[in-house]
């Protein structure tokens, strides 16, 4: 959609209207132009994210600003409120996004009747951050019309980045429309477009048309898809990501970078450093770290590791390649961290970081993510007939 005629319109008209309007009124029109904006492409699903957004509000915010930390009867109000906060909105993302596939695994013949929200996995990890930010004590209270403009600012309510809220209140505190930054939010939205529409979007047609194991049984092309597929997601979502962030920067935002150069990592954890950053960094502090981080003995140090990968594969999708496609990644991840504190230290360091050690780590890990493109892209019914060809049952 941010490809569409209609999205380039509206941020210009929403940028004039931020450029006129007095500093004190600018959350005031992200919140009105985004509430705009999602009724137009999701619908009436709007009628669930504007009461859950005001509703949370009410819940996390609403009471007398000196109850946020002083004294232990409100600190415990503030931490239970803020609990059940994060119980709802786990519940509603959960119903949503997993109650078919849930419903198909226990045969309870209602599958098809659960439709999720547009951006249902973005706007609730927004929610779920702040609630939890809320509940550690790091947020006061919140205005209200600031803590609608944080969810519903349209550039990334869709896709991404994650944002942080107080990452985008200092920012938006700050904003200033200058040419400096006019012309760098262009050129990053000009980049994404190059990123989507040529590249990606053409990618994808060639993928259509020979990356179905049902429609074709040629190994080469399929693997050949699987390759292209790899590059095409990058684009596609790169691609959108840039335009978000350029659309940003065209109000004198800053929201975070979610790409830089994944494919140029010669390990697995680095790859994660550099791919989908804001879900990776939102993934480290909401479950990583409340799992124990690395703060437990070692094998429970990869139990988490294993867990927060899987969390991102089911997050990715209701189907089990994206729990596989996580569990692969998980694999990887505990594989290299086995490999880094356990292997690294007692290795010469010829072995480490001479230019053939990196190549062979860099050919390993690409060799890796791309098995993981393999399971992300094909359905299980694919990747059975794909295991039927390569052992030769036909």
């Known amino acids: 959609m941010f490809s569409d005629l209609f999205y380039g319109l509206y941020l210009a008209i929403v940028v004039a209207l931020f450029a006129v309007m007095p500093r004190k009124w600018r959350p005031i029109v992200f919140a009105i132009s985004g509430v705009i904006f999602y009724a137009y492409y999701g619908g009436y699903y709007l009628l669930l994210l504007l009461p859950l957004t005001i509703i949370s509000w009410l819940v996390l915010f609403s009471g007398p600003k000196q109850q946020a930390d002083a004294g232990t009867e409100s600190h415990s109000r503030v931490r239970t409120t803020a609990l059940c906060a994060i119980v709802v909105f786990v519940s509603v993302l959960a119903y949503y996004k997993y109650g078919g596939f849930l419903a198909n695994i226990f045969n309870v013949g209602v599958q098809n009747q659960i439709i999720a929200p547009l951006a249902i996995s973005f706007f609730t990890f927004e929610f779920i951050?702040?609630?939890?930010?809320?509940?550690?004590?790091?947020?006061?209270?919140?205005?209200?019309?600031?803590?609608?403009?944080?969810?519903?600012?349209?550039?990334?309510?869709i896709a991404?980045?994650?944002?942080?809220?107080?990452?985008?209140?200092?920012?938006l505190a700050e904003a200033t429309i200058n040419a400096n930054n006019f012309v760098e939010g262009l050129l990053r939205i000009a980049i994404g477009l190059f990123k989507k529409l040529v590249i990606a979007d053409n990618l994808n047609t060639i993928i259509t048309e020979v990356g179905s194991p049902e429609k074709t049984h040629n190994l080469v092309l399929l693997f050949g898809a699987v390759f292209l597929y790899g590059l095409r997601i990058f684009f596609d979502f790169a691609g959108y990501s840039d335009i978000a962030i350029g659309s940003a920067r065209l109000f004198g935002l800053r929201v975070p970078e979610n790409f830089l150069h994944p494919y140029f990592q010669?390990?697995?954890?680095d790859f994660w450093r550099h791919w989908h950053i804001s879900l990776y960094t939102w993934l480290i502090d909401y479950v990583y770290i409340p799992l124990g981080g690395s703060r437990v003995p070692f094998r429970h140090i990869l139990l988490n590791i294993f867990l927060v990968m899987i969390v991102s594969g089911i997050w990715h999708g209701a189907a089990w390649n994206f729990i596989l496609w996580g569990g692969w990644h998980g694999i990887m991840l505990v594989t290299h961290r086995i490999y880094s504190d356990k292997m690294v230290p007692t290795l010469h360091p010829f072995l480490v970081t001479s230019f053939p050690a990196k190549a062979a780590a860099y050919l390993v890990t690409m060799l890796g993510v791309w098995i993981g493109w393999m399971i992300f892209m094909w359905s299980i019914k694919d990747l059975q007939i794909i295991f039927s060809l390569l052992t030769g049952r036909t």
């Open 160 to 171: 991404g980045p994650i944002k942080r809220y107080g990452q985008f209140s200092e920012s």
């Open 129 to 157: 951050h702040v609630a939890v930010e809320r509940y550690r004590g790091n947020i006061s209270p919140i205005p209200f019309w600031n803590y609608c403009a944080f969810i519903f600012f349209f550039p990334t309510m």
């Open 266 to 269: 010669n390990n697995i954890t």
